[in-house]
């Protein structure tokens, strides 16, 4: 073999021609732009002047002033505060509880010879292909007693099949010998789960569980099924009768916001909404390639 053949590399490993080069940076702007613009949006009208906002049809794209009266006022009467406080609530147990379950699970399932390990994989997985509806659910909940109960927020939802099968396959994808050490030391399956397998787990326990809180503070629709709303509603409830009733948001959200433009209160409620999960993911997402990649290749 000439040392000109061996030089040769396949042409995705080539440096690309300048031309390519400006095509990606535009394309990765545009991309960024698409995204951060929208956030940018919301978070300057809900600090803008009213006067501003009305002016400009409910929006403003650079405040003249900063104005925080619309974040005094939608906390001023206590149902933003009350509704934060239970998204919270929800969140932090419902993620807990949904992390317990799934490891505890896809634990066993990710385990050779268990017990009946293949029929209750194939019933998960059934579960996934057809799932049983909005009326089999609310029936399920209303005989449980879960009915206008916290609890009814994240019970039925406790383990999701998706993160239940990437997390058994990261399970699997730790060496054999590990385990075959852990049992040959006298470990049982418990001990071998919380010394040995868990502090190699640590990025898809990150993964899992921000997938499981982002999905319990975003949800609104479990607490209008479940619930008589009131006391029990989530901020991502409340959010949803701001959206819905637009221009006159007392009305439908139960929210008093005399003498704030009222896109100007919808802005801020949103900015209060997504903060406290757009802070979570700088600090996990170092996980995010090695937990759901190493999770998806055998399953």
């Known amino acids: 073999m000439s040392v000109e053949s061996s030089n040769l590399r396949p042409v995705w490993m080539g440096r690309p021609k300048p031309a390519v080069s400006a095509l990606k940076a535009a394309t990765v702007v545009v991309i960024l732009a698409l995204i951060a613009v929208p956030f940018w949006l919301v978070l300057a009208t809900s600090v803008s002047s009213d006067a501003k906002v009305n002016a ?97 927020l994240f019970v039925p939802v406790m383990i999701n099949v998706f993160n239940l099968v990437i997390m058994r396959g990261f399970f699997q994808g730790i060496p054999e010998e590990l385990y075959e050490a852990a049992r ?78 009222p896109m100007k209160a919808i802005s801020a409620l949103v900015v209060i909404a997504i903060v406290p999960i757009a802070a979570a993911f700088p600090f996990l997402q170092r996980y995010f390639t090695k937990g759901v990649m190493t999770g998806a290749v055998k399953s």
Not at 70 to 91: D, E, P, Q, R
Not at 193 to 198: P, S, Y
Not at 208 to 224: E, I, Q, S, T
Request: net charge negative; proline share 5%; glycine share 10%.
């Open 56 to 152: 400009n049809g409910g929006w403003s794209l650079w405040p003249d002033e900063l104005d925080f009266s619309a974040y005094t006022n939608v906390f001023k009467g206590g149902t933003i505060g009350h509704a934060l406080w239970v998204s919270v609530l929800v969140t932090a147990l419902g993620t807990a509880l949904s992390l317990a379950s799934t490891t505890f699970l896809a634990y066993a399932l990710s385990r050779p010879n268990v017990l009946a390990g293949k029929p209750v994989l194939l019933a998960v997985l059934f579960t996934f292909l057809f799932p049983a509806g909005m009326i089999p659910s609310f029936l399920v909940v209303t005989d449980l007693h879960l009915f206008d109960h916290l609890a009814a």
């Open 184 to 261: 040959l030391d006298g470990a049982g399956d418990l001990r071998t789960l919380f010394r040995i397998v868990l502090p190699l787990s640590k990025a898809i326990i990150a993964v899992v569980g921000l997938y499981y809180a982002v999905g319990y503070w975003n949800d609104y629709f479990r607490a209008m099924l479940y619930t008589n709303g009131g006391s029990l509603n989530p901020l991502s409830t409340v959010l949803r009768g701001f959206v819905i009733a637009g221009n006159n948001p007392n009305a439908e959200a139960g929210v008093d916001i005399t003498g704030i433009a």
